[in-house]
Nanobody
C-alpha cells in the first residue's frame, strides 16, 4: 500500500531554515513524481515544488530559497527551505504521481501524506 509520511514541522523566525521530509513506503520511489504542496488558512492549495526523473520544478515564490532532493535509497524526498518568510506559513503536504512528469496541480496526484505545519513568525 502506497504511503507518504511528512515530518519536519516547526516554528521558525523570518529568514530561518527548515527541512521537511517525505518518507515513502509501498512503492518504488523513482517511478513516481513527488510534489510538495501547501495550504494556508483561507487560501487555496498551492503547488510548491516537484521532483521526478525528468527534473525539478518550483513555483516562482520559492525559487532560489527552496530546494527539493530525493534519496532513493532512503525512499525519502526532502524540501530544504531557506530564507523563510511569513507568507510561507502553511500546512505542507507531499504527494505522489506515477510517472516521470511533474505537475503543479494537486488533482494530478493520487496519494497524499497527512501534512506537516510550518509557521514563520517573529
Amino acid at each position: 500500500q502506497l504511503q507518504l509520511v511528512e515530518s519536519g514541522e516547526g516554528l521558525v523566525q523570518p529568514g530561518g531554515s527548515l527541512r521537511l521530509s517525505c518518507a515513502a513506503s509501498g512503492f518504488t520511489l523513482d517511478r513516481y513524481a513527488i510534489g510538495w504542496f501547501r495550504q494556508a488558512p483561507g487560501k487555496e492549495r498551492e503547488g510548491v515544488s516537484c521532483i521526478s526523473t525528468s527534473g525539478t520544478d518550483y513555483t516562482n515564490s520559492v525559487k532560489g530559497r527552496f530546494t527539493i532532493v530525493r534519496d532513493n535509497a532512503k525512499k525519502t524526498v526532502y524540501l530544504q527551505m531557506n530564507g523563510l518568510e511569513p507568507d510561507d506559513t502553511a500546512v505542507y503536504y507531499c504527494a505522489a504521481r506515477w510517472g516521470p512528469i511533474c505537475s503543479r496541480y494537486g488533482t494530478d496526484f493520487g496519494s497524499w501524506g497527512q501534512g506537516t505545519q510550518v509557521t514563520v513568525s517573529s
